[in-house]
């Protein structure tokens, strides 16, 4: 009788592996036990490369990458599209999934910004303007050179400022959104120390 233990082992999970263990070690099916056995062994192995990267200084993430030959881009791009896919609300787009977490991103930003700089976010210029502060975390660097107070673009110098754009490009990995996104205007002025 054949086990059942599954062909390609290497994309099974862990559960299912002891699963098919058991299994196969029921069945007395000693071959299916080697393979399993050598599969939880070649994991154990990548785990101990992984551990040992993330000890000599990388990023978990960048050590995974390495440890299962994978270019790190792509593995956050993977990432992030499939956080978008995970995000997407019934009857929702992937431009409208996108559009949502970056409103959220860039409220949660704003929040922040506003608290770190006790209210002061626009200079004498945008408060005579009427500006809308908010405007200032995703319209043009144009608008935060002549709007913002110096405390705002000291804050956009240490925590960075992401427009629509970036923020698609950096989600989809579209080339044509990447494309756009590198041709975003960075400069808003001088930070103010």
């Known amino acids: 009788m054949p086990s059942a233990v599954a062909t390609d082992i290497t994309q099974v999970s862990e559960d299912e592996l002891t699963a098919q263990l058991t299994q ?4 007395g099916d000693e071959a299916a036990i080697d393979r399993i056995l050598a599969e939880l062994n070649r994991r154990d192995e990548i785990e101990e490369v992984i551990r040992a990267l993330v000890e000599q200084g990388l990023e978990y993430r960048e050590a995974y990458a390495i440890a299962h030959d ?5 593995l956050d791009r993977q990432e992030r599209a499939a956080i978008v896919a995970s995000s997407r609300r019934k009857g929702e787009s992937l431009e409208q999934a996108v559009d949502r977490l970056y409103g959220e991103m860039t409220r949660q930003r704003y929040r922040q910004a506003e608290d770190e700089c006790r209210g002061h976010l626009l200079n004498p210029a945008g408060k005579a ?31 960075g400022r992401t427009t ?7 989600m989809l ?17 001088e930070a103010v120390a």
């Open 24 to 27: 196969a070690g029921a069945e």
């Open 70 to 74: 994978l270019d790190p881009a792509e």
């Open 129 to 159: 303007a009427g500006v809308d502060p908010y405007s200032l975390f995703h319209g043009p660097a144009s608008r935060v050179r002549r709007y913002a107070s110096p405390e705002l673009r000291t804050w956009f110098y240490r925590h």
């Open 164 to 170: 629509w754009i970036e923020y698609k490009a950096q």
């Open 173 to 189: 990995g579209r080339a044509s959104d990447v494309a756009k996104a590198a041709r975003v205007d960075r400069d808003f002025g």
